[in-house]
């Protein structure tokens, strides 16, 4: 069993090998920061070059522009969530998608612990009053899939309340889907080591260090039941209408890359350039829980 001792040090099981981390020493140990690209079955050796990531990013932030015209001329309505492990990079995802758009018509959600009064309610409730009104993109860090993940692996939850929810999301988002709104879902994975390199970085990061919450801190423990969550809610909600699209996110460049070629190719909106998006990286992004193998 992982422990974690009052000292913030963490026991951990990494690949059959006891590990020490302990995220409060300012050096980074040897073992997670040579083995964290290549973590969790990652393809490349190397990180996506600076230069060749701006320049694409440019030419995906200008298609986007273009997209949020087209919705606001169209009323057509665009809704995204993301979703992955602690540090996955769901908000820097999110802050390349948003950094040109308008943001009277391009939201972010994210949402807070509910309240007394939203626990009372039905579960998906308080997520339907952020939904897009015509014109609108909404980018969700974090979404209903709390309770598909996070909620069951921490106790926040019953496993009763999980089983309801996994087979009441695919209805939710049946309807959405019918309604006319364009629904993406994406699971950025990460693998292990990467993980607590970036947890580390947080916590030495005078810029980042509210990013690491004593959640998770309590989490690095728990990697094995996360997985698990993972793949029963991939499994249970990667449906025809509302598929997963799994994003390998060791390197953060790659992964804001092909989310947005992604999300930009599977709208034809008016002017939509297919040389400046180019193609998804198959290796980086693909459909479901296959994607993970």
Known sequence: MSSISQDRTVELD????????????????????????????YPYDDKMEKEKYEKALKELQIELVKLQFWLQESGKRVMALFEGRDAAGKGGTIFSIRAYLNPRFARVVALPKPT????????FQRYVDHFPTAGEIVLFDRSWYNRGVVEPVMGFCTPEECRAFLRDAPRLEQMIVDEGIHLFKFWLNIG??????????????????????????????????????????????????????VVKANDKRRARINVIRHLLLSIDYEGRDLEAIGEIDRNIAGDGPEALR
């Open 14 to 41: 990494i690949h059959g090998q006891r590990r020490l981390f302990d995220i409060d020493d300012p050096k980074l140990p040897h073992w997670v920061d040579e083995a964290a690209l290549a973590s969790g079955g």
């Open 116 to 123: 007394e009064v939203e626990r009372g309610q039905w579960y």
């Open 192 to 245: 292990r080591e990467m993980q607590l390199k970036r947890f580390h970085d947080r916590r030495h990061d005078p810029l980042k260090i509210w990013k690491l919450s004593p959640m998770d801190i309590a989490a690095l423990t728990k990697w094995k039941d996360y997985t698990k969550a993972r793949d029963s809610m991939l499994a249970a909600t990667h449906t025809t209408h509302a598929p997963w699209t």
